[in-house]
């Protein structure tokens, strides 16, 4: 493709996706493909020949974007938001056009050092103490895995990765912890049979006292425990785990402490919400994920160590063709995780940072904060709804309850609000399950949801449920 | 950012990004920058308000570009390449812009789908067994990964998750093996002390019977030979491992036999170059990477294996909140990986694919291939030049060596070559070591590279080495 022909496709896309932006509620936010429907319309086998730049992007409208879920739709309450902004997406679109591989200082000191600062900024920006340093993983996944790694080291003295764990590690999570956590860790090969599950309260933050009693009893029986994952915002309900009492546990048994703050951690930048962080600064590392609530779009997670020096010795390895003359002087961040190969992810986090500014990034918290609390609010003042969590920051757990049902047709009858909601193209909602109860949640958190987005789900639901008598 | 900037300002960045590709020449391949040059320009904390977009791009053209290594340059010689292409870098702008995380089938069924047909369509291109089913990894550490972590389930009958790994399962590799499987093996807990490091040939190819007896030593001891991972291109030297010996071996010994083409895979879509994938059909994992000379910008790792349903078991968590009504119907690859989030990368391999069709893609590699083969022509008729290892496709290993030198100051004078060389502006080689001996490494995959930037090298190179008596 000659550079005329690429601005001339490179217009056309630009043109596409600002008009996509514009008009995107044509869209139903949760794609109606069903399975199979998009494979059977492509080919069986590559082109041997080429194929123009109309064919390749005429299908891609047809055939691709109506099997797209759009995760940047203004009704998008889903899971969790991944929100992009127009100013990331242009600087993803300089990162691949470069093409440059960041896998060590010499391969883009660019890189590496605007990541080493814009990790600076982040850690200014949520208040975490000056000695953590930064690295930019993919995913709050691979960072946790870090973690689990690094803790595994520290625990061994570093035989882990020379003898393997053994089989005295043990992991503390809570009931509500993410999934990623028990995977990791048995990549990690602590073996889950070392993964404590320690209960949640009603608030479904995790009980320090039974942490603790738990931690005693693996030392009596001779055990290690090597690491606690506290969470900032759970998956299912936004629960905050008391990382402060956490972290004197942890601090009494020598373990790890990790906090997972993916999704939540963005809403630090708010001062006045920043109370939920008490303790962070014990703590030995933190993840939290810009391409979840901070306009920067995925992939994006940003992942803080008190000791990188941990972090690169569980992980570095020299060979002869990665060694340059700078290694002395710079940070080759290929030691600071699991992959070699790395992209240029800092170029976003700086533009969006700087198109923003952090009052632009707060603004945008409290207004899905606000509106989160203002549905809450309406939930509340029908007594048929029930809230089944506290209400966290941007997250609102609720279920229809009328107070005649049991609970396996109450789940029944959320089952069916919640697939209503779903079908009818304009919102998209997903479930989760608290203390065994099902419930629905609501995510507040694409960039561009306001005030009528969340009237529309209050609207459907009053709809779907019939009026109070 | 409103549609209308976001319009004006892609319209500004896709003009930059032609120019760029147009111009690439103009700047120096290796980054000039020194250490800390860069991050003494960006300030310590972030701004409160936003900066405009002007200040913004024109921070990135002052700060940013000169501290980039421009592996798109067509006298990128370097490591390895990392080709990328205009229609490459337009899907991912796309993919951006889309902003689908697509961990699950819901969460996006184009992405979904078009991952699992365009995988075919790669094994296809590279004539894999139809069994062998492919999911996208982001690069080939992660995808090595994942098979050490099958082979450790599949060598303890899935007790490795519950339980640990143990101590008795042992890896084999040969001195060649790429640095991420070392790593990867003390990630997954087999402990680096059960690493066997197998001796190369002169070729540096994996010694089968080498490995056979290590083997045979550790089954004799009581331990168990869970993985063998086999080469085919080598980093250092393009060598290729004995897959279809190996293979036998593996299969004596119950062995899981991972092949890392990461490097050398696109080759074997051109029929006559096919022949080193001979015994690949045997493998129960292979991984190239579609990111470094197949024109799919990073990152983009094709990872295959012969029974998914193991890597699924491997990996899969089903918590409540992922549950979705389409999981008997469809695949969710979040399962097929480590990561939960996953970016949309299927995308920019169908642009690739379609755009520059098979025959178009072969065309690049048999270029490629021919200009090495043409420089390693040029160096075996000039006397005072030695070839470090057999030519293998695209990577040529030499050095200056007139033949009264020690090989102390053989390597400082070939060092000084290559800084040399690399000052130039011109080109970028880097360096490795093969049986002890300092070797500089000509790699030829970059796009755009021609003819003439490879007589430059040799130009070069009769330039500071003096001319022949």
């Known amino acids: 493709m000659d550079p ?10 630009i043109d596409w996706l600002a008009d996509y932006f514009e008009h995107i509620e044509k869209h139903p936010v949760r794609s109606a493909a069903r399975p199979g429907e998009i494979l059977s319309l492509l080919p069986a086998g590559p082109p041997d ?11 891609f409208e047809r055939i691709i974007v109506p099997g797209i879920t759009h995760w940047q739709h203004p009704g998008w309450f889903a899971y969790f938001p ?3 902004s127009p100013v990331s997406v242009l600087a993803e679109l300089l990162t691949a056009g470069l093409g440059a ?36 993983q993919d995913t709050a996944s691979t960072a946790s895995l870090c973690a689990l790694l690094t803790a595994r080291e520290r625990a061994t003295n570093f035989k882990g990765n020379l003898e393997g764990p053994g089989e005295k590690l043990v992991v503390y999570v809570s009931e509500e ?20 599950i320690i209960p949640a309260g009603d608030d479904f933050a995790m009980l320090p006292e039974a942490l603790e009693a738990a931690m005693e009893k693996d030392l009596a029986a001779g055990l290690i425990p090597a690491c606690v994952v506290a969470t900032l915002g759970t998956t299912s309900s936004m629960a905050m785990d008391p990382v402060e009492e956490i972290a004197s546990i942890c601090k009494r048994f020598g373990a790890w402490l ?18 939920f962080m008490r303790g962070v600064e014990q703590a030995d590392s933190f993840v939290f994920n810009p391409h979840k609530w901070m306009l920067t779009n995925f992939d994006c997670s940003a992942y803080f160590v008190r000791d990188a020096a941990l972090l690169r010795r569980t992980f570095e390895i020299q060979p002869e063709y990665l060694k340059t003359d700078a290694d002395s002087q710079v940070k080759n961040y290929r030691d600071w995780g699991i992959q070699l190969g790395r992209r240029f992810r800092a170029l976003k986090l700086w533009f969006v940072v700087r198109y923003y500014g952090v009052e632009g990034i707060r603004e945008m918290v409290r207004q899905h904060v606000a ?36 609970e396996e047709e109450l789940a029944k009858f959320n089952r069916g609000i919640l697939e209503k909601l779903n079908n009818s193209g304009k919102v998209f909602l997903t479930h989760t399950s608290l203390k065994g109860k ?32």
Request: with cysteine.
């Open 177 to 196: 912890t993410h999934s990623s956590i028990e995977k990791g860790m048995k990549i990690a090969g602590y073996g889950r049979n070392n993964l404590r």
């Open 371 to 406: 509106l989160a609390r203002e549905f809450a609010g309406w939930l509340s003042q029908d007594s048929r709804f029930e809230l089944m969590a506290p209400v966290n920051l941007s997250l609102v757990c609720f279920r229809y309850n009328p107070g005649n049902l049991q």
């Open 258 to 275: 990790h906090v997972d703050a993916a999704f939540a951690g963005t809403a630090a930048i708010v001062p006045e919400y920043r109370d």
């Open 101 to 136: 591989q960041c896998m060590v200082w010499q391969t883009s000191p660019a890189a590496a050092e605007l990541e080493e600062r814009v990790m600076q900024w982040l850690g200014k920006m949520l208040g975490l103490p000056a000695e953590f340093e930064g690295v930019i």
């Open 82 to 84: 991944a929100n992009n």
């Open 49 to 59: 020949d080429p194929e123009s730049p109309d064919s390749i992007f005429g299908d």
């Open 438 to 469: 099902y419930a629905i949640r609501l995510s507040v958190g694409q960039r561009t949801t306001g005030r009528k987005h969340v009237e529309l789900v209050w609207k459907l639901l009053q709809e779907y449920c019939g009026h109070p008598a």
């Open 4 to 13: 005329n022909t690429f601005r001339r496709e490179g217009h056309r896309y």
